[in-house]
């Protein structure tokens, strides 16, 4: 019982929300030990003016705008390059939120495996790559490099690029979120531009 407690007061009353006041170690204390300043009537009183002021304050206060991703025109990407290097790659992918992902529609089915793989292998390491220790970079940018050729060695080629887009709405800031853009094409993809014409086999 509490110094406060009267007897005739109902005990199925005791924890009503009328009678409850929420209050840190060192209020409760100080009010437990001066309870004939801090009389009920006080506590109520106190209770009530704080109730007031929350109600007050999340009335006139404006709810936060919602959460939402930005795109930025002049940030999209107008091409993306051929990356060759599993350690490029990396470095292009590395601090991604997320990504948007390319391929032919007419793959066979030893194609989707090809190319899903390797595509997992890429979104999986973007999930990971801040808890990798340099060991573990070093291994991943070989292990990339080497999917990259078979991708190569079965007639694919491998484009990346990022695009900065802003991360807005709610308590905080706007701030930057990086999405990468991918894309895993034959090399016959007319979709592909050579800044110079590809060397044509001799006869």
């Known amino acids: 019982m509490g110094p406060r407690h009267e007897v005739p007061f109902p005990a199925d009353a005791w924890d009503a929300l009328d009678n409850l006041i929420l209050l840190c170690a060192t209020h409760h204390k100080m009010i437990d030990d001066q309870f004939e300043t801090y009389t009920p009537s006080v506590l109520r009183s106190i209770k009530q003016n704080h109730e007031s002021w929350v109600e007050t304050k999340l009335r006139d206060d404006p709810a936060p705008p919602p959460v939402r991703i930005r795109r930025v025109r002049q940030n999209i990407p ?46 999986d390491w973007m999930d990971l790559s801040s808890d990798l220790e340099p060991i573990q970079r070093v291994r991943t ?29 709610g308590v905080a800031p706007p701030s930057a979120f990086p999405i990468l853009h991918l894309a895993v ?12 014409p590809p060397e044509q086999p001799k006869a």
């Open 141 to 169: 940018a070989k292990r990339v490099q080497d999917l990259i050729q078979n991708l190569e060695a079965s007639g694919f080629f491998v484009f990346a690029a990022t695009e900065a887009q802003v991360l807005e709405g």
């Open 185 to 196: 094409l034959r090399a016959s993809n007319p979709s592909i531009q050579y800044a110079s």
């Open 78 to 123: 107008a091409h993306l390059l051929r990356i060759t290097s599993g350690k490029d790659l990396m470095g292009i992918a590395s601090g991604s939120s997320a990504h948007y992902f390319d391929h032919d529609s007419d793959l066979s089915d030893d194609e989707v495996e090809l190319v899903g793989e390797f595509v997992q292998e890429i979104t």
